[in-house]
């Protein structure tokens, strides 16, 4: 079982950057896949990245591609979302979830991200 708390969220302008950090509890960590969702008021929720248990595959969604990457400390127990050029559309909840035998079964409470115009 793994447990999992998202940080670094806020405020930003358009144009700036923020680095997600997931802290992430349990003895089997380094064996998940994880990944990063985000959910905005009245849509449904997203993928956004995913990096592969040993942090050497990663996979972004069309929209952020260029601008975010994900990375994973496994001695850390720590997963890493850095957002540059973050754009209005990037405002929403930002979630960190593990993948347990293909199904992301455990999830952080979320942190919000918010971009102005």
């Known amino acids: 079982q793994v447990q999992l708390v998202e940080s670094g969220g806020g405020l930003v302008q358009a144009g700036g950057s923020l680095r997600l950090s997931c802290a992430a509890s349990?003895?089997?960590?380094?064996?998940?896949?994880m990944g990063w969702f985000r959910q905005a008021p009245g849509k449904e929720r997203e993928f956004v990245a995913l990096?592969?248990?040993?942090?050497?595959?990663?996979t972004y969604s069309d929209s952020v591609k260029g601008r975010f990457t994900i990375s994973r400390d496994n001695a850390k127990n720590m997963v890493y979302l850095q957002m540059n050029s973050l754009k209005p559309e990037d405002t929403a909840v930002y979630y960190c979830?593990?993948?347990?035998?293909?199904?992301?079964?455990?999830w952080g409470q979320g942190t919000q991200v918010t971009v102005s115009s």
């Open positions: 979830a593990a993948n347990d035998q293909a199904e992301y079964k455990y």
């Open positions: 990096i592969s248990w040993s942090g050497g595959s990663t």
């Open positions: 349990g003895r089997t960590f380094s064996t998940y896949n």
